[in-house]
């Protein structure tokens, strides 16, 4: 891999760690247990490891953005999470501002374009 594949994924990665929690939160909105989480968000297409996405949740969790309930009566007990009340508010809000952010960031790959800099 060159130079700059490296530095590209690099950079990507850490674009992508930054989106990971919104993506999480969307889809909150009924309960999903870690697994199935990981599953449909990559069903969307966005690539999350168990790794990353467990520690997220109970992070999510303990800021009282998630509420979660374990499940015994499966064979396998399972932790289902669901955005709180306060998670529903949050993830509302952070839908603006990623909006605007992505308007904003249009706004100047437009420009850029439009002075020949692809």
Not at 28 to 51: A, D, F, I, N, R
Not at 106 to 111: F, R
Request: charged share 30%; hydrophobic share 35%; glycine share 8%.
């Amino acid at each position: 891999m060159s130079d700059v594949n490296k530095l590209v994924e690099k950079l990507l990665q850490e674009l992508r760690r930054g989106t990971i929690t919104i993506g999480v939160l969307s889809q909150l909105e009924e309960p999903q247990y870690g697994y199935s989480l990981v599953t449909l968000l990559q069903e969307k297409g966005v690539e999350v490891e168990p790794g990353t996405l467990y520690p997220l949740l109970r992070r999510l969790e303990k800021q009282g953005l998630l509420e979660s309930k374990w499940d015994t009566n499966e064979s396998r007990p399972r932790k289902y999470y669901l955005l709180s009340t306060i998670g529903k508010e949050v993830y509302k809000l952070f839908c603006i501002e990623w909006k605007k952010i992505f308007q904003n960031m249009e706004v100047l790959m437009e420009g850029e374009n439009e002075n020949g800099d692809d």
